[in-house]
DNA sequence: CTTGACCTTCCAGCAACTGGAAGGCCTATC
DNA sequence: GATAGGCCTTCCAGTTGCTGGAAGGTCAAG
């Protein structure tokens, strides 16, 4: 099979697994002519690595992931131990996210959003928190 | 002021500001040894980089908020836009991490995690939907 | 005068591809 | 046999946003 179909069938760009045998995740057989010839077990490595990577693995924890599948003495321990630390990147990426939202949306929330030049945004942005209610007791000098 | 400076009270390592200067969102003058020195506006700039960078802008974004910063005529409905649409950014990301964990919580639930080798994650990044107690009407071919 | 902290430039590398140039191969059609 | 088009090859460069390191200049203290 040509690395075109190998593509179609596996749902990876060209590019993509001509890039995956460079670094070595895949390694097809070669032609006469000097094509790629992907067998069956080639398309299963592509198909494994396409669901691993839209699964967020990293190109390192598919290789893991990879040799583990190909090991038929592998303990499931194992891959469950890389997936868990992969849900705990997953929520601590969340929750990165939503505290940045909570702050983005403030300032949306605060800026009136019209002509006038004056946006809290950019305060917020430029370190000029403005007082609003808060009282600042000290005062800044 | 010296780079090692700026770098302290904008919260930038050095490298980052350098690397700023490189791709022209700040220009310090340099003093007659050839070292940057940065003024009091260019720190601004720093500091609000700084504070961009980290509330997820892009290079080209902190760009276009950095102008609008500085134009004294600009409308905050612009600078409103820009953070809204970061917004709705935000939110599809954190939608996709959503699903990618659910898929990944239930593989790991799936999964009996002890030494036997035979695990339902691997079956399912190679592809192999175990049938479960999920009826497929149809049955693959 | 030397030490050490600071500064400079330039080059390389990270992750994970993606795009493009220049050229070889293969099949079909005229 | 020539030519067109579609596939394939390699290699090099670019993306994003830095980060690390080498080689060397500058400055203040002892």
Redesign the pocket.
Same mark, same amino acid.
């Given at each position: 099979?040509?690395? %075109?179909?190998? !593509?179609e069938q596996s749902g990876?760009?060209?590019?993509?697994?001509?890039?995956? =045998?460079?670094?070595g995740l895949v390694r097809?057989l070669? !032609? =006469?002519? %000097?094509?790629?010839?992907f067998v069956d077990s080639d398309l299963q490595r592509l198909k494994f690595?396409q669901r691993s990577?839209s699964l967020g693995? !990293?190109?390192?924890?598919?290789r893991e992931l990879l040799s583990l599948y190909e090991d038929r003495n592998r303990a499931s321990a194992d891959v469950k131990a890389i997936t868990h630390a992969k849900i705990k990147e997953v929520d601590r990426k969340i929750d990165e996210l939503r505290s940045l939202r909570k702050v983005l949306s403030e300032l949306v929330t605060a800026c009136h959003g019209d002509d006038r030049p004056d946006c809290p945004i950019i305060d917020d942005l430029s370190g000029q928190h403005a007082p609003d209610q808060a009282d600042e007791s000290t005062g800044r000098s």
């Open positions: 099979m040509n690395i %075109g179909e190998a !593509s990876l760009p060209v590019k993509t697994i001509r890039y995956y =045998e460079d670094i097809p070669r !032609s =006469e002519n %000097g094509y790629r010839d690595l990577r693995f !990293s190109i390192d924890e598919c």
